[in-house]
C-alpha cells in the first residue's frame, strides 16, 4: 500500500489495515476490531511546538492505566465417559459421535477462512482472509493492540475511499465530518459480526493462538488477557463532541491539544473516525468483551 500524506494526523504515518485489524480468530476477534478499525495507523510522535499549537476545546486528559485484564473462562474440560455396559447378543451397540480434531496450524487458514465467511458476508475482509499464517497474524495483531500500537502489514483490509479533510473557520483548522463518513462501510460490517461465532472460533484456535504467543516470548497463558486489554483500549478511548482542531506539521495534520497528540496510535485512529462511529464500534467491542468473558 501506498503512503497517502492527505490523510494522517501524524508525522510518517503509513496505511494501516482497518480495524478493524480489530478481530480474525478470536482475535479476528480484535483483530476484526483492531482490524476493521483501522484504515491508516500512525507511529508515535513529538507533541507539535507552542508555536504549532491552536488552543483546542476540550482538552483531552492523558491516557489513564488500564486496570488488569480478566481471563477469559476455558471450556469445562470433558467428563470420562461412563464404562460401557457389555450389550445383549440382540441389541446392536450404539456408534460413538465422532469426535471433531484438535485445530492444526496445517489446516488452520483454511478453517478460519470458513468460519469468518459465516460470520461476515462483508467483502471488506476479502483481503485479510486472503493472506496465510492467520494465526500468527492474528496473535500478533493482539499483541500490538494490546500496547495501543498499530502495525500496518499484519491483516490488511480495504480502506476506507476518499480523502482527510479539514475546515478552516478563522485562524483554527479542524477535521472536517465528511471525512467521518468515510468509515461507514467499515462500521456497519463491524456491527453486523456474528459475535457467537468469532468466540466460537476463539476457542476452537485458542491452543495455537496461545503458543504462538509463547513464541513471541510472552507467557502462553497471557494471550487471553492481551486480547481483552485490546478490547479495553477500545473501549478507554474518550469520545470527544464537537470539532476537533488540527495543526499543520509540513505535508501533515497533527492534533492540536498536546494531550491528545501524546495519545495512542490507536487512540488516534479511532479517534479520527468521528465520535458516532467510534460509540459503534466500542458498542460491539463491549458485546465481544461480555461474551468471551462469559465463557463458551
Do not use: C
Request: glycine letters at 4%; hydrophobic letters at 40%; charged letters at 25%.
Amino acid at each position: 500500500m501506498r503512503p497517502d500524506p492527505q490523510d494522517r494526523l501524524t508525522q510518517d504515518e503509513r496505511p494501516k489495515a482497518w480495524l478493524g485489524r480489530l478481530l480474525i480468530i478470536g482475535v479476528v476477534i480484535v483483530a476484526a476490531l483492531a482490524l476493521w478499525l483501522f484504515n491508516r495507523g500512525e507511529p508515535e510522535q513529538q507533541a507539535p511546538t507552542a508555536e504549532q499549537v491552536v488552543p483546542a476545546e476540550p482538552v483531552v486528559q492523558p491516557e489513564p492505566a488500564l486496570p488488569p485484564a480478566p481471563d477469559i473462562p476455558a471450556p469445562p474440560s470433558a467428563p470420562e465417559p461412563p464404562p460401557i455396559a457389555e450389550a445383549a447378543p440382540e441389541e446392536p451397540m450404539m456408534q460413538a459421535e465422532p469426535v471433531e480434531p484438535p485445530a492444526s496450524m496445517e489446516t488452520s487458514d483454511e478453517e478460519i477462512r470458513q468460519r469468518m465467511a459465516q460470520a461476515t458476508s462483508s467483502p471488506l475482509l476479502d483481503k485479510t482472509l486472503a493472506s496465510d499464517n492467520l494465526v500468527e497474524r492474528s496473535a500478533a495483531t493482539v499483541d500490538t493492540l494490546s500496547r495501543g500500537a498499530l502495525f500496518t502489514k499484519l491483516l490488511p483490509v480495504v480502506p476506507p475511499r476518499g480523502d482527510f479533510s479539514v475546515v478552516e473557520i478563522g485562524d483554527q483548522v479542524t477535521i472536517d465530518p465528511a471525512s467521518y463518513a468515510r468509515y461507514e462501510p467499515h462500521v456497519k460490517m463491524i456491527e453486523g459480526l456474528n459475535v457467537e461465532m468469532l468466540v466460537d472460533t476463539f476457542h476452537r484456535f485458542r491452543p495455537l493462538l496461545e503458543q504462538t504467543y509463547a513464541d513471541m516470548g510472552y507467557r502462553a497463558e497471557d494471550f487471553d488477557n492481551a486480547l481483552i486489554r485490546a478490547l479495553d483500549r477500545i473501549l478507554a478511548v474518550p469520545q470527544i463532541d464537537g470539532p476537533i482542531p488540527v495543526v499543520k506539521s509540513e505535508a501533515i495534520y497533527k492534533f492540536a491539544d498536546p494531550a491528545l497528540e501524546r495519545r495512542s496510535a490507536l487512540d488516534k485512529q479511532l479517534l479520527r473516525m468521528g465520535p458516532d462511529n467510534l460509540a459503534r464500534v466500542q458498542q460491539q467491542a463491549r458485546i465481544l468483551r461480555d461474551a468471551l468473558l462469559e465463557g463458551p
